[in-house]
């Protein structure tokens, strides 16, 4: 099982980025994606998950309202997008993969594949 994170780069504030999660390996059509970050020196979080068919969703507060995660089952893509940015969205994205749920998780130990981590800078 591999998932291949991409999309990260250097945005000013204000602006926006698209990450994009490519897995591979299995068939993840039928369990809960999500992505979380994670800032050096700090825990990593939960940002944003979405169930298997991509009908609920959960966000941390903080990106409520300017994040929007899908997914193509088709594809075995999940995606991240992410406006309105701000110099606090600063951190390495991981996408994620869950064990066997199938419903939106924010807890780190129900997912069990990572992705590689995609950095995101943004500046003020």
């Known amino acids: 099982v591999q998932l291949q994170a991409s999309g990260g780069g250097l945005e000013q504030a204000g602006g926006s980025l698209r990450l994009s999660c490519a897995a591979s390996g299995r068939t993840f059509s039928s369990i809960a994606m999500g992505w979380f970050r994670q800032v050096p020196g700090k825990e990593r979080e939960f940002v944003a998950g979405i169930s298997w068919s991509g009908g609920r969703t959960s966000y941390t507060e903080s990106v409520r309202g300017r994040f929007t995660i899908s997914r193509d089952n088709a594809k075995n893509m999940v995606y991240l997008q992410m406006n309105s940015l701000k110099p606090e969205d600063t951190a390495v994205y991981y996408c994620?993969?869950?064990?066997?749920?199938?419903?939106?998780?924010?807890?780190?130990?129900?997912?069990?594949?990572w992705g590689q981590g995609t950095l995101v800078t943004v500046s003020s």
């Open positions: 994620a993969v869950a064990r066997t749920l199938r419903s939106v998780s924010y807890r780190q130990n129900d997912y069990a594949f």
